[in-house]
Structures are given as C-alpha cells and as structure tokens.
C-alpha cells in the first residue's frame, strides 16, 4: 500500500489561525479595514477547503484523519469484471 507524506509546520488549532492582526502584518495589507480583513479571510479559508477536498479526491479519500489510496487499477477491475 502506498504512503502519502504531509508536512505540518504546526497542528491546526484555534490558537494559530489566521486573524485580522496577523493578517495585516504582511506586506500590502497593513491598510486594509477590519471588515476587508475578515473577508479576506474568509475567503482564504474557503479556499483553502476546495484545494484540501480537490487534493483529497486526486490522491485518495481522508477518513478520520487517516489517508486511504484510491488505486485506479481496482476501478478498472470492476469494470472488466461487469
């Protein structure tokens, strides 16, 4: 079975999310207003869901935190066998 690597910098948790201070600490977004931050934000964060669901999809399915690899072979194994 194949194994897939990830790299985590830090775990996911609240104490690190994304806020508007951090946020207006890059370079070009020291302007922005509390509201244009928070929906910057959010749109990262949805973003941010569509590319993890899209990547999920090409490399395999994620089921309680565990990684299960879709092989292509059994798909076409079914098929043949139909």
Partial sequence: MQ?????VEKPLT???NLTIEKLKSYRGC???SDEQALN????IEKLA???FDYVCHQNGI???NQVV???????TDLK???
């Fill in 3 to 7: 194994t897939m690597k990830t790299y």
């Fill in 14 to 16: 609240k104490e690190n």
């Fill in 30 to 32: 020291e302007n922005l």
């Fill in 40 to 43: 910057a934000i959010q749109t």
């Fill in 49 to 51: 869901v569509i590319l």
């Fill in 62 to 64: 994620v089921i309680d």
């Fill in 69 to 75: 690899i879709v092989s292509t072979d059994i798909k």
């Fill in 80 to 82: 043949q066998a139909a």
